[in-house]
């Protein structure tokens, strides 16, 4: 198995373009998680899906992040307009239902100038 | 809201030697705790999952153990290398829904060869 794609690795954009990073989850994994990572707050949760459902998005900062899941292979987390302050490491994680651990991807460095 | 704590947040040792990572959690009603290790620039690589009714899980050289009346969790690597340098993390998985991994903020080993 492949593991947790995202893509792109890496991001630069200037402040109010648009950001759309991907994540292809494990096959056969039902849920998947969005997270930010910074120096300051460490990793934080923004929003999980079960069934392509979102179940829990309280981690979003703001109505400028949204996120979908389409079907089970791939997940969206859009920025639009994104800040400086949106520079981050964005990663996504699937999970095994049967014993609950998490895979993440490799993440996707995230720069806003 | 549980909160993880990982002491100590640096750790600096010479090759060979056994080590120990120590991880806190304020509420002992989880589901499971994970451990990870992140590389510089790289994604989380899950070490060991221990589920809430065990003590211990063991992998090569890693060995986890968790007291969760006590909210504690322990790394020891045995017969520390260089490669094992990377930062540590201790995730705890809650058990309201077991979806949400709350981190700590990790230890970040150094072996000296």
């Known amino acids: 198995d492949a593991g947790v794609i995202q893509s792109p690795r890496h991001e630069v954009t200037e402040m109010g373009q648009e950001v759309t990073l991907r994540c292809k989850p494990i096959s056969g994994h039902n849920s998947l998680f969005w997270y930010r990572q910074t120096m300051m707050r460490g990793l934080e949760l923004l929003i999980y899906?079960?069934?392509?459902?979102?179940?829990?998005d309280s981690g979003m900062p703001e109505d400028r992040f949204s996120a979908k899941m389409p079907n089970a292979s791939f997940s969206t987390l859009k920025i639009q307009p994104s800040e400086p302050r949106d520079s981050a490491v964005y990663f996504c994680?699937?999970?095994?239902?049967?014993?609950?651990?998490?895979?993440f991807g490799p993440g996707t460095r995230l720069t806003v100038l | 809201k549980q909160e993880v704590t990982q002491i100590p947040a640096a750790l600096s040792v010479p090759e060979g030697e056994n080590l120990v990572l120590n991880c806190s959690f304020t509420?002992?009603?989880?589901?499971?705790l994970q451990w990870f290790r992140q590389d510089p620039g790289k994604g989380l690589t899950s070490l060991l999952l221990i589920q809430s009714s065990q003590r211990e899980q063991t992998s090569g050289r890693l060995n986890a153990s968790l007291d969760k009346s006590s909210g504690r969790s322990t790394l020891y690597i045995a017969a520390s290398q260089p490669g094992d340098s990377a930062t540590y993390l201790c995730a705890v998985n809650d058990q309201t829904g077991a979806n949400n991994l709350f981190f700590g903020t990790g230890t970040r080993l150094t072996v000296i060869p």
């Open positions: 899906f079960n069934n392509n459902v979102p179940i829990d």
């Open positions: 994680a699937s999970r095994n239902s049967i014993y609950n651990e998490q895979f």
């Open positions: 509420d002992s009603a989880i589901y499971n």
